[in-house]
């Protein structure tokens, strides 16, 4: 494939193990610095799930 040679995606099998491995490359990769605050980002979802009590 990395030369150019597309046959290997002619078989069903072999494309899909390459799909796989090209998400899981995808998956692995890092995030871009500064793409979000981890605390900015807690806060936030503390903010979204926290449910208020009505006093009993």
Do not use: I, W, Y
């Not at 610095?33 to 807690?42: L, T």
């Amino acid at each position: 494939m990395a030369e150019g040679d597309r046959s290997a995606l002619d078989d069903p099998d072999a494309c899909h193990a390459f799909e796989r491995v090209v998400t899981r490359l995808e998956v692995r990769r890092p995030s871009p610095p500064g793409a979000f605050k981890r605390a900015a980002v807690n806060a936030a979802l503390r903010q979204a799930f926290t449910v208020e009590r009505s006093p009993e």
